[in-house]
């Protein structure tokens, strides 16, 4: 099977489409015969060699979280899904006509591949940022990078649960971001004023990293109202970093429901082939995303 993989830390040059073997499911996993996978920072962070202490790996190393597919093998111990089914969720290398998948759920009806390739890790990451950060019903959320793919999620959700949002993006994604449910607003100077002429903000998340911790605390007024999951810098100013992945399954089997009603539709801006991972992931680096990229195989 065709498969991208990388054999040194470093950028996008790196990365390289080669045959390899095909992998096959362990107890309580199943393969798929890939369809389409999601572009994440995650993999380019983790080629980059960010992670490399805390979670090292062994290289030569696959690449990728998110994918959906056909089933085309099931582990021992595993019921309710069978050959042929189509599912989307999050397993291990992805980037490959073949995958495992750890954690799953069907793909609902009238959705595709491509649309459902990218939910499942950013879905988990957003359910778990909006528990950590303690919004509740009434109050008022902003996020900072509200039209990327956890601010695809971050917003409707918080909608759903009667919290009101402040988006913050480019200024080519104001009107995407409404769309969402959110009032819009843009970065670049005096944003900070922008945004406290909309209201007061009772809590913060900042998925993007574009460097505006210290002005979500003075949001905020509070280094424990604001969660970063994108920011690495973001305890020096007393702000929790939220790089902790709780169950991704316990997460997809929670957000189905509103996909399946139409009421979480996460778009996908742009798609590509295994040839082109490298431009893929460059692309993800540079952000400006509205919605999802994945990588059709």
């Given at each position: 099977?065709?498969k991208v993989i990388f054999a040194e830390y470093g950028g996008p040059d790196v990365l390289q489409l080669v045959d390899a073997e095909e992998p096959h499911a362990g107890p309580g996993e199943v393969r798929i015969a890939v369809?389409?996978?999601?572009?994440?920072?995650?993999?380019?962070?983790?080629?980059?060699?960010?992670?490399?202490?805390?979670?090292?790996?062994?290289?030569?190393?696959?690449?990728?979280?998110?994918?959906?597919?056909?089933?085309?093998?099931?582990?021992?111990?595993?019921?309710?899904?069978?050959?042929?089914?189509?599912?989307?969720?999050?397993?291990?290398?992805?980037?490959?006509?073949f995958a495992v998948l750890s954690a799953w759920v069907p793909i609902p009806e009238g959705l595709t591949f491509e649309e459902t390739a990218g939910y499942a890790s950013i879905t988990e990451s957003s359910l778990r940022v909006?528990?950590?950060?303690?919004?509740?019903?009434?109050?008022?959320?902003?996020?900072?990078?509200?039209?990327?793919?956890?601010?695809?999620?971050?917003?409707?959700?918080?909608?759903?649960?009667?919290?009101?949002?402040?988006?913050?993006?480019?200024?080519?994604?104001?009107?995407?971001?409404?769309?969402?449910?959110?009032?819009?607003?843009?970065?670049?100077?005096?944003?900070?004023?922008?945004?406290?002429?909309?209201?007061?903000?009772?809590?913060?998340?900042?998925?993007?990293?574009?460097?505006?911790?210290?002005?979500?605390?003075?949001?905020?007024?509070?280094?424990?109202?604001?969660?970063?999951?994108?920011?690495?810098?973001?305890?020096?100013?007393?702000?929790?970093?939220?790089?902790?992945?709780?169950?991704?399954?316990?997460?997809?089997?929670?957000?189905?429901?509103?996909?399946?009603?139409?009421?979480?539709?996460?778009?996908?801006?742009?798609?590509?082939?295994?040839?082109?991972?490298?431009?893929?992931?460059?692309?993800?680096?540079?952000?400006?995303?509205?919605?999802?990229?994945?990588?059709?195989?």
């Open positions: 099977m065709k369809r389409a996978t999601g572009v994440n920072a995650h993999d380019w962070r983790v080629r980059e060699g960010q992670f490399r202490d805390a979670h090292p790996i062994e290289l030569p190393s696959g690449v990728g979280l998110d994918a959906s597919g056909v089933v085309d093998e099931l582990g021992e111990g595993v019921t309710g899904v069978e050959i042929g089914d189509r599912v989307f969720g999050e397993g291990s290398q992805t980037y490959a006509e909006l528990r950590q950060v303690g919004v509740q019903p009434g109050q008022t959320l902003l996020v900072s990078g509200a039209s990327g793919g956890v601010g695809s999620v971050v917003l409707p959700v918080a909608r759903e649960r009667g919290i009101a949002v402040i988006g913050v993006a480019g200024p080519d994604s104001q009107d995407y971001v409404r769309s969402l449910g959110a009032v819009a607003t843009t970065y670049g100077p005096g944003w900070v004023e922008r945004v406290r002429r909309l209201g007061k903000v009772d809590a913060a998340l900042d998925v993007a990293g574009s460097g505006v911790v210290p002005e979500l605390v003075e949001l905020t007024g509070d280094p424990q109202k604001v969660i970063s999951m994108a920011d690495l810098s973001a305890p020096e100013h007393g702000v929790r970093f939220s790089g902790t992945a709780g169950s991704v399954q316990d997460a997809l089997d929670e957000i189905v429901g509103l996909v399946a009603a139409g009421k979480l539709r996460i778009p996908v801006e742009r798609t590509y082939t295994l040839a082109d991972a490298a431009s893929a992931q460059i692309d993800s680096q540079a952000g400006h995303t509205r919605g999802r990229r994945v990588i059709v195989i």
